[in-house]
Nanobody, 124 residues
Framework: QVQLVESGGGLVQPGGSLRLSCVASGRTFSNIPMGWFRQAPEKEHDFVAVISRSNAGVTYYADSVKGRFTISKDNYDNTVYLQMDSLKPEDTAMYYC????????????????RGQGTQVTVSS
């Protein structure tokens, strides 16, 4: 059974940093794109970032996080990370790890595997 388990969320002040981790189990994800979405209260799931299956690790980010967030992948450990710097209150959301998109990498519904989420709250 495939599982994606996120960790690393928490409460941080504006301008601070957090590093989210997602460990995948049940199959190898070394050749599978993995990424992150987020959902604020009463909002849709928004695309955050994705990293390709290749060893080159081609990445793609939402405009709202470009330059502040960095996605990376450890194929040996089947783990994907999201380094979040210069956090803003509007980054507050539940963050979800996703893997294996069928089509559009920026669409929540296109991913075959999704985690349970980790809460990130940015507040002073």
């Amino acid at each position: 059974q495939v599982q994606l388990v996120e960790s690393g969320g928490g409460l941080v002040q504006p301008g601070g940093s957090l590093r989210l981790s997602c460990v995948a189990s049940g199959r190898t994800f070394s050749n599978i794109p993995m990424g992150w979405f987020r959902q604020a209260p009463e909002k849709e799931h928004d695309f955050v970032a994705v990293i390709s299956r290749s060893n080159a690790g081609v990445t793609y980010y939402a405009d709202s996080v470009k330059g502040r967030f960095t996605i990376s992948k450890d194929n040996y450990d089947n783990t994907v990370y999201l380094q979040m710097d210069s956090l803003k209150p509007e980054d507050t959301a539940m963050y979800y790890c996703v893997a294996d998109p069928d089509g559009d990498w920026t669409q929540w519904a296109d991913y075959d595997y999704r985690g349970q989420g980790t809460q990130v709250t940015v507040s002073s």
